[in-house]
C-alpha cells in the first residue's frame, strides 16, 4: 500500500498572448494560491498587486518570463485564470453617475467569458514622425513595470520621458536602423526632447489606443428604471 496521499491533477487550457499570439497553456489556481488573488483583489499599493499577478500567473500557465508581458496581456490571463477557477460570473454592485435622482446600488451579473482585449482599428506600433525625412519609431507595450514607475513618479514628466524610453525599441531612417538599446540614457533623452507637438501626438495616439482588456457593461436600474453603461477596465474593476 502506498504511503503518499494521492495528488490531483488539475486540467489544462489552452489561449494565446493578446500582443503576440504565442500559444501558452494555463491551469485554475490552486488553495495555496488563492493568497495572490485576495491580495490583488484588496490590495491598493500597485508594487503589491503586480508581485501577486506574477507570482500567481507563473505558477498558473506556461509562460516562462512573467516581467516581459505587456500590462494588457497579464490582465487578460488573470482574468482567464480567474473564470476557470472560481467561475465566470461575477457580481458588480453599480452606482447611477448621477446619483442626485437616484442613488440605488444594483447588482449587475458580468459574464467573464465576453471580456476580451480590444483592439481599435488603425491602431500601430510603428510611428511615422516626419514623411519628409521618413523617420520613424517602433514601440513596444508597456508592461507592469512602466505603469509602477508612472506611478511612483506621480505622472511627472520625468516618469513619462523614462517610460517613453523604455517602450521605444528602434528609430528607422529609410533603410537605416538605430537600436535604442545601442544608445545612451542621454543620447536617447536628448532625441525625445528634441520632438514637437505633433511627435508627441503620434505617441500620445500609440499609448491612448494600444489594446485594452475593457468591457462596455450596461444595466438598468430596477428602482428608477433608468438604462445606465460602463466601460469596466482594470484588474480591480473586474473583481470589485
Known sequence: MSTKLPILNAPRFNDTLPSTGEDFTYRPFLVKEEKYMQLTKDSEDINVIYESLKSLISSCTSLENVEKLSLFDIEYIFLRLREKSVGDIIELKMKHIDVEDCDHVETVNLDLKNIRVQKYEGHTNLLLLDKQTNVKIKMRYPKYKDVLRLQQG?????????????????????????????????????????FNMTHMESVKSFFDTMPKVCYDLEWTCSKCGKKESHTIEGVQSFLS
Do not use: Y
Request: hydrophobic share 40%; proline share 0%.
Open 154 to 194: 506621480q505622472g511627472d514628466f520625468d516618469s513619462f520621458m523614462e517610460v517613453l524610453i523604455s517602450c521605444t525599441e528602434m528609430v528607422t531612417q529609410n533603410d537605416d536602423v538605430f537600436m535604442m538599446k545601442d544608445f545612451s540614457d542621454k543620447d536617447k533623452k536628448e532625441f525625445f526632447l528634441n
